[in-house]
């Protein structure tokens, strides 16, 4: 690893000037300059320098390299979410393309630093992965790879599991709440009268009555999880019967699920707000005229998209201008909404000039759901030629399916919405009385894939220990699946 | 140089290959292995291992994209996201990249895991190649290798040097001594005589798709082995109830049909070994594919007895590969395996289907045998 030459670290600040001036706002960044198949190993660890022992990251080499070597992609930047932000450059990389990168980079460490989604990530992630990769490495020593891998494995197979946004939001009340509560409702209810018409309004009967239904509900077995839990690997760390090193594991799984979980959550935005100012920077300030063309070849290879594909850097960047058009045109509002008339639409300039004020504000307040929900429009979609696509069963072939503005936001927010994973509860830990766990699969009109959900379902049985059902609809049926550890069943539900 | 990342890589690897972790093996997408394009070009998926997960089935998917067309128009097979860019919801790698690689390449590739088992240096000519290689550059030589851009470089410099270069008009003009020619060296290249004698069954209990298992089979080890070694010979004898040799083309598109008398291809294949190939000179590997649905008993002795005698005895490695197949009855492996359990010059393997043939591949040829 070597530090940055001096005439690059003096391309840095001159870049982080532009950038500051713009109004960006970022933590240090750390450049390293890595030759390629450093580079590539960096970028299979996900960023960082060391990651705990495992096969995947040696596939994500593999391709990395093998692509590398038949000239199918390059890696031209990478930046991890930390405080110092630590960015690496490719050896080798033309001149223009390194103030690219740093440009692009500068764009990335803003938006982990001010982006709302980000604010609960661990900024000392460098450390942390370091940590992870030690411990995971004992526990190597201690049992053996074949032992570890194989449980990680399992927790892979679980790891999109979890509650994007609970470090948002307080879902239960804190236990001593709770047990105020308790208190509270010891008191049998009783229906407000002056105190003469007590005994008519409440009479003994009524308070019997609530007095039973009280009883009852307190004698009703409590279910665990109290409501259904989406952070299923919390719960399997609060009540599965783990090792010490198996709930170490699992922890560590989770810790970088969650650490990882914004970077998917905000990759239009993320992508595109990096872009945005690479290219503000470069070409309002940066650029020598003699790289000018480099650049512009490097920048639409960048946001090229290819018939069919989506790339998020393009819409992401298109998006933040539509935006920041709109908002100095003045483009929005009721005056705006509500105006029929193509002609006075199309010549709309009202001069407020809030763009810039607004993408700062959508950049920091917004996710790809929010964001694409609030502001792709269906201008924006004509304009931006885009289709939804399905396949035709009958060619075995995708196919544009529609070019409907409805249709096509919908697709789009339900690919995005869970990053396009199913929702899955864990509903019951005591399932059956017989110390079974039963998780549901919030069936929102598309089926899983049962191979794989068997096989998660697997190894989910073997964090539990015990059988694991899973209840989801299949053609229109709901189901339940079973996995006792030997075997796996299927039933019908109700029967 | 050494990498962090090396021991997964290695672990990777080794899970593709099928040494650890059988269970993930599943999950491996192996797309097609087999698929020449266009000349010498063939698409190799990268082997891809997808952690299963709770995700939706494909099947119902789709998505949003961007550019020209019609409803109705098709965007292609497959997932039109198999780039990196991935669509919304994160779903980039969940397809094989597809890479066009060469035979040559792709031989290559192979190479990390295959070769000839036991091969020995054998024969009299051992060496018999020799490779001329233009390496470097030299003062003297004959015109038609004369060196242009070498020798108009060493004019310009003679007359940088000499002050005679003008800028202004810049005309260069060599003279004898700037002249440079290309020099060559000549390297031996050590070779073993090897022969590989290609067998198969084309009986009628062998359908279209047992043939095309077989082809694909012996169509990459006859590729994968003539890149590996130099001097390799391959003969293709084909049976039924009667065996006779065939040229390279004919095997690869014959369809016949009748009987089978494995006999008579194994006597064919030691009256060639006999006639042509003696094993003092010649690693002799021959392969066998077949649905090992044999005629009779009595031939399958009579088999077994000429193996024992006539070819074993000759060949480094006989390669057995049975193909499953819905007519016949699959008897022939057993008695291999009967007979020859010990013998650990005869390999036998199973292909199921287009998906094992990799794996049988490497049965015959893995490293380590």
């Known amino acids: 690893m070597a530090s940055l030459p001096p005439y690059l670290s003096d391309i840095q600040r001159e870049i982080e000037g532009y950038g500051r001036a713009y109004g960006l706002d970022f933590w240090e960044v750390e450049f390293e300059i890595l030759d390629y198949k450093r580079m590539q190993e960096v970028a299979a660890f996900g960023g960082f320098p060391v990651r705990y022992p495992h096969w995947r990251f040696g596939m994500e080499f593999e391709h990395l390299s093998k692509s590398h070597i038949y000239g199918f992609s390059k890696i031209y930047e990478m930046v991890i979410n930390n405080n110092p932000a630590y960015a690496y450059l490719l050896e080798g990389n033309s001149l223009v393309d390194q103030k690219m990168v740093i440009a692009h980079v500068l764009g990335h460490c803003d938006f982990f630093k001010n982006n709302y989604f980000f604010s609960k990530t661990n900024r000392r992630m460098i450390d942390g992965m370091a940590n992870h990769a030690t411990r995971v490495r004992r526990h190597i020593e201690r049992l053996g790879i074949e032992k570890i891998e194989s449980f990680i494995d399992s927790c892979l197979c679980l790891e999109n599991l979890i509650d994007p946004m609970s470090p948002f939001i307080t879902r239960k009340a804190p236990p001593e709440r709770e047990k105020e509560r308790e208190e509270k409702t010891a008191e049998i209810p009783r229906i407000r009268a002056k105190s003469y018409m007590d005994k008519f309004i409440n009479p003994p009967e009524y308070l019997d009555e609530q007095r039973r239904k009280m009883e009852r509900e307190r004698d009703k077995p409590k279910k665990n999880p109290s409501e259904p839990e989406r952070d299923v690997l919390l719960f399997l760390l609060q009540n599965a019967p783990l090792d010490s090193w198996e709930r170490d594991i699992l922890e560590i799984v989770r810790d970088e699920a969650y650490y990882f979980a914004p970077q998917r959550q905000t990759k239009i935005l993320n992508e595109g707000w990096a872009a945005y100012w690479h290219s503000r920077i470069m070409t309002e300030k940066a650029l020598k005229v003699s790289e000018i063309i480099d650049y512009a070849d490097h920048n639409a290879s960048v946001l090229a998209t290819a018939p069919g594909q989506f790339n998020p850097y393009k819409i992401g960047i298109e998006l933040l201008r539509d935006v920041e058009e709109r908002w100095d045109k003045g483009r929005f509002g009721r005056e705006w909404n509500e105006c029929e008339s193509l002609d006075a639409r199309r010549t709309w300039d009202k001069r407020v000039g809030l763009g810039r004020k607004k993408i700062f504000e959508v950049r920091k307040l917004y996710n790809d759901v929010t964001f694409i929900d609030e502001y792709f429009t269906a201008d924006f979609c004509e304009r931006n030629k885009f289709f939804s696509f399905s396949l035709n069963d009958r060619t075995g072939n995708y196919e544009i399916d529609s070019r409907e503005f409805a249709k096509i936001k919908h697709k789009m927010l339900f690919s995005l919405t869970n990053f396009g994973d199913p929702f899955i509860f864990v509903e019951d830990a005591n399932y059956d009385n017989r110390g079974e766990l039963l998780i549901r699969h919030r069936h929102e009109g598309t089926d899983l894939q049962m191979e794989h959900a068997r096989a998660t379902l697997a190894a989910l049985g073997r964090v539990w220990r015990r059988p694991v059902n899973l209840i989801t609809a299949v053609e229109g049926k709901q189901k339940i699946f079973r996995f006792d550890g030997k075997e796996q069943t299927e039933k019908a539900l109700g029967s | ?369």
Not at chain 2, 108 to 134: F, S, T, V
Not at chain 2, 216 to 228: G, H, M, N, T, V
Not at chain 2, 247 to 255: K, L
């Open chain 2, 1 to 369: 140089m050494a990498l962090r990342i090396d021991p997964d890589h290695g672990r990777f690897r080794d899970i593709v290959r099928g040494k650890i972790k059988q269970d993930l093996r599943k999950y491996i997408s192996q797309g097609e292995l087999i698929g020449r394009k266009g000349k010498d070009l063939v698409s190799i998926p990268l082997p891809q291992i997808n952690v299963p997960r709770f995700r939706f089935g494909s099947k119902d998917r789709g998505g949003v994209g961007q550019g020209k067309g019609d409803v109705g128009d098709s965007l292609g097979k497959g997932d039109p996201n198999a780039d990196g860019s991935g669509k919304a919801g994160d779903q980039a790698g969940e397809h094989a990249l597809e890479v066009e690689l060469s035979l040559e390449e792709l031989a290559q590739i192979m190479g990390e895991e295959l070769q000839l088992p036991r091969i020995e240096p054998k024969g009299k000519q051992r060496i018999i190649a020799q490779k001329d290689r233009y390496v470097g550059i030299r003062r003297a030589g004959p015109e038609s290798l004369r060196h242009f851009k070498r020798t108009f470089r060493q004019a310009l410099r003679r007359q940088i040097m000499t002050g005679t270069y003008n800028s202004e008009n810049p005309i260069i003009v060599p003279v004898r001594e700037d002249r440079r020619y290309r020099s060559w060296r000549t390297t031996p290249l050590p070779q073993s005589n090897a022969v590989m004698l290609f067998i198969m069954d084309v009986s009628g209990s062998m359908g279209d798709e047992q043939k095309e298992i077989v082809r694909i089979e012996s169509f990459w080890i006859d590729a994968w082995l003539r890149s590996q070694y130099k001097g390799l010979e391959s003969r293709y004898i084909i049976h039924d109830a009667v065996a006779k040799e065939v040229d390279r083309d004919t095997f690869f598109r014959t369809r016949e049909s009748g009987g089978t008398m494995i006999s008579s291809a194994y006597k064919l294949c030691a009256k060639m070994i006999e006639d042509e190939f003696p094993p003092t000179e010649w690693n002799i590997y021959p392969f066998h594919f077949s649905d090992g649905d044999n005629w009779s008993v009595d031939d399958t002795v009579q088999c077994v007895e000429i193996l024992k005698t006539q070819i074993l005895p000759k060949v480094n490695l006989f390669c057995y590969g049975q193909v499953e197949s819905p007519y016949g009855s699959g008897q022939f492996i057993k008695d291999l395996n009967e007979h020859f359990d010990e013998d650990d010059s005869l390999v036998v393997s199973e292909i199921k289907g287009k998906d094992a043939i990799m794996e049988s591949i490497r049965d015959f040829l893995g490293k380590g045998k």
